[in-house]
């Protein structure tokens, strides 16, 4: 099959973070996948160096998930979840509820990140007001942050293209923290640099200013992924919790790309060690065979909405036509089975070490001013073209595509998330292709 076989129409879809001219004058279309590899309209194998979208993390078309979604398809196509029930969403939520941190075991469903994020936000907002302090509605990002495209997402995320459009009709009540990276400190550090927890204190600062007693929530990806990998430093989500819990402040883990195996262990919070008070998960959630997102939530944050509830009453006025929708229900019941038959999130971090082998190999290569990792995270950050942002990495992306990788790319910053089930072989044949396709570039 090639481009012309498909005789394709490509004027009506408006495709997403996208350059729509640049890539409707040159496609680059996938037509099947299979475990580690898409295979391409003019039929090559390509490997997945980034899990999708950071969220196959099984591989792709697994039996089990493709099975399930047949099956539930053909049982009860869709069964509202308001006033309603069906059996999949109560069994994926305790499903859920298993691997989260302790605690944490109240499940509130949506169809993405974004939509995780803005819920998780209106959580945040929805306790204080049923604790008595209603007055607490700062929300408190941070810079190059990014937590999906909602407007509560674009406003506390930190991301200045995504913002700037949409800028006058941010939420008003909105502070970031600084963002941790820099090159100049931390250069080439292999998993979490030294330098930087101090960082954490910048939320004592803007407590000060806006007095704790109007700040709702913290949220933060405990790694940083769409921006172009931001390891925390050693210590500073400790201390963002130490001052969240100071001064009564809910503390949110965007986990939509850390969350479900990412780092070696169900969600990065457990992999820190520090328990966020919410945190949002999508993608990986059901091998992203189904859109579906969903948020984590601590049992007293949970008990305190619905107990202030009138009796007879519905508690919290939000959800989703979709929340828990069967046939992504019952994806996520399988895949969370896979994960946990296959022993998915003990391989990846098994398999850590050998990734950060292979990336940081490519230090010495021309434009690499930086590579990051952590877990089955890498970043390789490239020196920008004069006054042209992003032209770099996107032709080295494009070269990687042609010679049989897919990776992703953002700003001058190339990001790979393989799929978990990816062999060390596999992943010395990515790195060796993102080689190729630097050295080729000026
Ligand atoms: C941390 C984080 N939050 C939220 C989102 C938004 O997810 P979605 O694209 O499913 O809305 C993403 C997407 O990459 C993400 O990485």
């Given at each position: 099959?090639?481009?012309?076989?498909?005789?394709?129409?490509?004027?009506?879809?408006?495709?997403?973070?996208?350059?729509?001219?640049?890539?409707?004058?040159?496609?680059?279309?996938?037509?099947?996948?299979?475990?580690?590899?898409?295979?391409?309209?003019?039929?090559?194998?390509?490997?997945?160096?980034?899990?999708?979208?950071?969220?196959?993390?099984?591989?792709?078309?697994?039996?089990?998930?493709?099975?399930?979604?047949?099956?539930?398809?053909?049982?009860?196509?869709?069964?509202?979840?308001?006033?309603?029930?069906?059996?999949?969403?109560?069994?994926?939520?305790?499903?859920i509820a298993e691997i989260t941190p302790q605690g944490l075991d109240r499940v509130f469903f949506t169809n993405s990140g974004s939509e995780s994020v803005d819920t998780a936000l209106k959580i945040a907002l929805a306790y204080h007001r049923a604790r008595g302090e209603g007055q607490r509605t700062r929300l408190i990002g941070r810079e190059r942050g990014y937590h999906g495209v909602g407007f509560g997402g674009i406003s506390v995320g930190g991301i200045s293209p995504n913002r700037k459009a949409y800028s006058g009709q941010l939420l008003p009540a909105v502070d970031h923290l600084p963002h941790t990276l820099n090159i100049k400190e931390a250069a080439f550090t292999k998993g979490q640099p030294t330098w930087g927890a101090h960082l954490a204190d910048e939320l004592e600062r803007i407590v000060t200013l806006h007095d704790a007693s109007t700040i709702a929530a913290v949220i933060v990806e405990p790694l940083a992924g769409s921006t172009g990998v931001l390891v925390p430093p050693q210590g500073y989500l400790q201390k963002l919790r130490e001052i969240c819990d100071k001064h009564g402040i809910l503390l949110i883990f965007d986990e939509v790309i850390t969350g479900l195996g990412r780092l070696g262990k169900p969600f990065a919070a457990q992999y820190f060690g520090v328990t966020p008070d919410i945190i949002t998960m999508a993608k990986g959630v059901n091998n992203a065979a189904v859109p579906m997102g969903?948020?984590?939530?601590?049992?007293?944050?949970?008990?305190?909405?619905?107990?202030?509830?009138?009796?007879?009453?519905?508690?919290?006025?939000?959800?989703?036509?979709?929340?828990?929708?069967?046939?992504?229900?019952?994806?996520?019941?399988?895949?969370?089975?896979?994960?946990?038959?296959?022993?998915?999130?003990?391989?990846?971090?098994?398999?850590a070490p050998h990734f950060e082998k292979s990336i940081h190999g490519l230090r010495d290569l021309p434009n690499v001013v930086d590579i990051r990792n952590l877990g089955m995270v890498g970043g390789i950050e490239l020196s920008t073209r004069d006054g042209k942002p992003g032209a770099r990495a996107h032709e080295i992306f494009v070269k990687c595509f042609e010679k049989g990788a897919l990776i992703r790319y953002t700003g001058d910053i190339l990001a790979f998330s393989p799929p978990l089930i990816i062999s060390e072989a596999q992943i010395d044949e990515l790195f060796g292709i993102v080689a190729q396709a630097i050295r080729e570039t000026a």
């Amino acid at each position: 099959m090639n481009m012309k076989d498909l005789n394709l129409d490509m004027t009506a879809f408006w495709m997403p973070f996208t350059n729509n001219r640049q890539f409707k004058s040159s496609p680059r279309l996938l037509v099947k996948a299979e475990g580690m590899h898409y295979t391409s309209s003019d039929n090559r194998q390509i490997l997945d160096g980034t899990a999708g979208l950071w969220c196959v993390n099984a591989g792709h078309c697994r039996t089990e998930i493709v099975e399930a979604i047949r099956q539930q398809a053909g049982e009860m196509d869709f069964a509202p979840t308001f006033q309603m029930g069906h059996p999949k969403a109560f069994e994926a939520a305790a499903k859920i509820a298993e691997i989260t941190p302790q605690g944490l075991d109240r499940v509130f469903f949506t169809n993405s990140g974004s939509e995780s994020v803005d819920t998780a936000l209106k959580i945040a907002l929805a306790y204080h007001r049923a604790r008595g302090e209603g007055q607490r509605t700062r929300l408190i990002g941070r810079e190059r942050g990014y937590h999906g495209v909602g407007f509560g997402g674009i406003s506390v995320g930190g991301i200045s293209p995504n913002r700037k459009a949409y800028s006058g009709q941010l939420l008003p009540a909105v502070d970031h923290l600084p963002h941790t990276l820099n090159i100049k400190e931390a250069a080439f550090t292999k998993g979490q640099p030294t330098w930087g927890a101090h960082l954490a204190d910048e939320l004592e600062r803007i407590v000060t200013l806006h007095d704790a007693s109007t700040i709702a929530a913290v949220i933060v990806e405990p790694l940083a992924g769409s921006t172009g990998v931001l390891v925390p430093p050693q210590g500073y989500l400790q201390k963002l919790r130490e001052i969240c819990d100071k001064h009564g402040i809910l503390l949110i883990f965007d986990e939509v790309i850390t969350g479900l195996g990412r780092l070696g262990k169900p969600f990065a919070a457990q992999y820190f060690g520090v328990t966020p008070d919410i945190i949002t998960m999508a993608k990986g959630v059901n091998n992203a065979a189904v859109p579906m997102g969903a948020v984590a939530v601590k049992t007293s944050v949970h008990d305190t909405i619905v107990d202030a509830g009138n009796t007879g009453a519905i508690e919290f006025f939000h959800g989703y036509t979709y929340s828990g929708h069967p046939l992504a229900a019952a994806a996520a019941c399988a895949a969370l089975d896979v994960y946990k038959n296959d022993g998915l999130f003990e391989r990846a971090a098994k398999l850590a070490p050998h990734f950060e082998k292979s990336i940081h190999g490519l230090r010495d290569l021309p434009n690499v001013v930086d590579i990051r990792n952590l877990g089955m995270v890498g970043g390789i950050e490239l020196s920008t073209r004069d006054g042209k942002p992003g032209a770099r990495a996107h032709e080295i992306f494009v070269k990687c595509f042609e010679k049989g990788a897919l990776i992703r790319y953002t700003g001058d910053i190339l990001a790979f998330s393989p799929p978990l089930i990816i062999s060390e072989a596999q992943i010395d044949e990515l790195f060796g292709i993102v080689a190729q396709a630097i050295r080729e570039t000026a």
